[in-house]
């Protein structure tokens, strides 16, 4: 069973929508959980969350972690084309012999003019 | 089971030695690109190759050199002009690479954490 589960694994929505991307998580060794943007060549890292409840915003990117429901959300208002992209979540463990960053698949966000 | 797979899971060096982490993929995809992390950041690019004997520089190159001998294979050495070489190492494949003109999700391999005593 995956210990990182994104939904959905591809989105299609109109520029000017608000999207949200959903990742639900193992607890076991968990230390933090990560969001990247990965358009062509590196992942670009949006947001680190560690703590339950506590919402990290960019521009118009938000994220919030849930603690006790095992998940986090990223959050696009007023979505644009250039948003079109995969977005991965990861979850970091440590200790137990699960030691790094285990990825989710990824959602593929399309944003049409 | 298709997968990436990297060894060893941790590793240790000595200063002024190189080491090689490994990294095979047996999903037939053409790129494979290879990341450091730092406690509290996100991902870097290393190296990436788009094709086999083929192979670009990505963001945070120096101290580092790769190969691409096989599809299937692409070693990354840290080298002892490497200043700060103590990381967690990722390695990653994509059935197409940065320049196809297609989005594809990259797929990580488990990691390599390397210290330098």
């Known amino acids: 069973e995956d210990k990182v589960v994104q939904s959905p694994l591809s989105l299609v929505v109109h520029e000017g929508d608000t999207v949200t991307l959903n990742c639900s998580y193992e607890?076991?060794?968990?230390?933090?959980l990560l969001w990247y943007k990965q358009e062509k060549k590196a992942p670009t890292f949006l947001f680190m969350l560690t703590s339950s409840g506590i919402e990290k915003k960019s521009g118009r990117l938000s994220s919030i972690l849930d603690k006790k429901e095992l998940f986090s959300i990223l959050n696009i208002t007023a979505t644009q084309t250039g948003d079109s992209a995969i977005y991965l979540c990861a979850g970091m463990y440590s200790g137990g012999g699960a030691d790094g960053l285990t990825f989710g698949k990824g959602t593929h966000l399309i944003i049409q003019p | 089971d298709g997968g990436i797979t990297q060894s060893p899971k941790y590793l240790f060096r000595k200063e002024g030695q190189n080491v090689t982490l490994s990294c095979e993929q047996n999903l037939n995809h053409d790129a494979m690109y290879w990341y450091r992390q730092d406690p509290g950041q996100g991902l870097r690019l290393i190296y990436y190759s788009q094709i086999v004997n083929d192979f670009q520089k990505g963001d945070i190159a120096e101290g580092y050199s790769v190969s691409r001998e096989k599809k299937e294979s692409f070693p990354l050495t840290v080298t002892s002009a490497q200043k700060n070489p103590t990381a967690f190492y990722l390695c990653a494949s994509s059935i197409d690479g940065p320049l196809s003109g297609s989005l594809d999700t990259q797929y990580f391999g488990p990691g390599t954490r390397l210290t330098v005593l």
């Open positions: 607890v076991t060794n968990f230390r933090s």
